[in-house]
């Protein structure tokens, strides 16, 4: 089976600096990676995704980055926005998606 | 239209009730799915249709029956439910079902059901 967690339940940065939320996954052979954000009274939505064959992925003030050696993968916001505040889970894809049980990140003004 | 619309937003129901929630996309996508999300919880899978027939029900109990009428459409019909079972229900749908490892497997998301069961 696959297991997915995330190191922080919270997270709470200032607005203007960079956020780095961390999750861990338990399979080796897991193949794909998928970050969600999630705001308050909506559903998750899709941020970026990165397969096993990469190191690094970047999108809008967004970059994912797997080591598959410590089969840790982190998500990194540059200079966070209020926008940015929702609850962020990472998810592995095997045979389905197992979501991460998530980071509240809050950007203080 | 790329968009998973997700009716209705809210839902009170007893626990003799029988309800429907409801679930439509026009994205062209062949898999659906129903996840159950408690408060500051992960959402977890409950159902997957793959080209229109149930492909995985994770042992989800069956006051709880799923339905896909055609590849747009999918309900979670409601039957006896606890209190328990009050939670956010998730509809989502993508490209392929099960066991492809690429892009097309990306879930696009409902905004949710917010069941409350008396």
């Known amino acids: 089976g696959e297991s997915v967690g995330l190191h922080l339940p919270t997270l709470s940065v200032q607005e203007g600096d960079n956020s780095i939320i961390n999750c861990a996954y338990s399979n080796s052979a897991s193949d794909y990676f998928i970050w969600y954000k999630q705001e308050s009274g909506k559903g998750p939505q899709f941020i970026i995704d990165i397969r096993s064959n990469m190191d690094k992925r970047q999108g809008q003030r967004v970059t994912v980055l797997l080591n598959k050696t410590v089969k840790h993968l982190s998500l990194q916001i540059a200079a966070t926005q209020p926008g940015d505040s929702a609850v962020y889970f990472c998810a592995v894809l095997r045979r389905q998606l197992t979501f991460g049980s998530g980071t509240q990140l809050t950007v203080l003004p | 239209d790329t968009e998973v619309t997700q009716t209705p937003k809210h839902l009170v129901m007893g626990m003799t009730n029988k309800k429907s929630l409801k679930c439509e996309q026009h994205m062209g996508h062949r898999a659906m799915y129903w996840y159950k999300q408690k408060a500051k919880k992960p959402p977890e899978l409950m159902f997957v249709?793959?080209?229109?027939?149930?492909?995985i029900n994770e042992s989800v109990p069956s006051r709880f029956s799923p339905e896909c009428p055609n590849s747009s459409l999918l309900n979670l019909h409601l039957h006896a439910l606890q209190p328990e079972d009050s939670a956010l229900y998730l509809c989502?749908?993508?490209?392929?079902?099960?066991?492809?490892?690429?892009?097309?497997?990306?879930?696009?998301f409902g905004a949710g059901s917010r069941l409350t069961v008396l």
């Open positions: 249709y793959s080209y229109e027939k149930l492909s």
């Open positions: 989502a749908s993508s490209q392929l079902g099960t066991g492809g490892f690429s892009g097309a497997n990306v879930l696009t």
